[in-house]
């Protein structure tokens, strides 16, 4: 009912894990959403589930990550199943055992960093990060700037404190790693999945606490910012009254910065760069 309501516009979808839990088979799900039919659909998985790809849009390439790539959003008999299972298993000592660890859902005994490995959470996986790390030296040499989408987040920055390390990427660090070695061509990255939502301002200078304290202002005036990357979670619409909406619109605003619309339950964000930054 929802996508019949979209008709006539060309809406791209992340998938995030409520979408995984409500449709099976995955196939069915990309294929309702559209993904199957995506021109710059990852084309280095012969078994036809990839759902991250790459889209050109009002100057920005828009590169859409699959968070549940390796997840327990498969059946058991997959390989993808096989890696999350593992992957858990490593950090949750009764993984084996269900009867001992029963809500994988929760985080239980873990502490730290160790808190995402949670079966709401997922991995993009070695091939998604090599696919990642291809299309940014692509756009760099393009000189072509990079909005990523998501639904987990992926820079401990951003999580809010009611969720924490919980709502963070399995292989965070390694996808961190890959766009900070590309931080002149991605500009921003948007997420979900963290309901309260969250704004961080990663960058390896020492100006960081000033635009991150510019970033959580609700003022939209331009403010000198970085050449880092702003890491955005969207606050949840799942938890929004029915009075209200949560939903947000971004304008790029070509060697300026850009600037997050929000409505509703998110606010409006101001998010400069630098007046030096490549495009």
């Not at 009867?99 to 949670?118: C, I, M, T, W, Y």
């Not at 820079?155 to 590309?182: Q, R």
């Not at 403010?223 to 619109?249: D, K, N």
């Not at 409505?263 to 760069?273: N, T």
Request: charged share 25%; glycine share 10%.
């Amino acid at each position: 009912r929802v996508l019949a309501r979209l008709e006539g516009f060309r809406v791209h979808f992340a998938l995030g894990n409520h979408d995984l839990e409500a449709l099976t088979p995955r196939a069915h799900l990309l294929r309702l959403a559209g993904i199957q039919s995506e021109t710059g659909l990852a084309d280095n998985d012969p078994g036809g589930e990839a759902a991250y790809y790459a889209v050109r849009m009002e100057g920005i390439k828009w590169i859409v990550l699959d968070s549940y790539h390796v997840s327990t959003y498969w059946p058991r008999t997959h390989a993808n199943y096989a890696e999350a299972r593992a992957m858990l298993s490593r950090h949750r000592e009764h993984f084996s055992r269900p009867e001992r660890d029963p809500n994988l859902k929760g985080s239980g005994q873990l502490r730290g960093p160790a808190r995402r490995f949670v079966s709401l959470g997922g991995a993009l996986g070695a091939p998604q990060r090599r696919w990642l790390a291809r299309e940014l030296r692509d756009s760099g040499g393009r000189g072509e700037a990079v909005a990523v989408v998501t639904h987990v987040p992926i820079s401990p920055g951003v999580v809010s404190k009611e969720c924490g390390a919980m709502c963070l990427l399995w292989d965070y660090e390694e996808v961190l790693d890959i766009l900070n070695t590309h931080s002149t061509t991605v500009l921003a990255v948007f997420t979900g999945h963290d309901h309260p939502g969250g704004y961080f301002y990663d960058d390896d200078d020492d100006d960081d606490d000033d635009v991150n304290a510019a970033a959580k202002s609700d003022s939209l005036e331009p403010q000198q910012g970085g050449q880092g990357i702003y890491h955005v979670t969207l606050r949840g619409a799942v938890v929004t009254p029915p009075e209200s909406t949560a939903f947000a619109t971004v304008d790029f605003c070509e060697g300026r910065g850009l600037a997050l619309n929000g409505h509703g339950r998110v606010r409006s964000k101001w998010m400069p760069f630098l007046t030096n930054r490549k495009q």
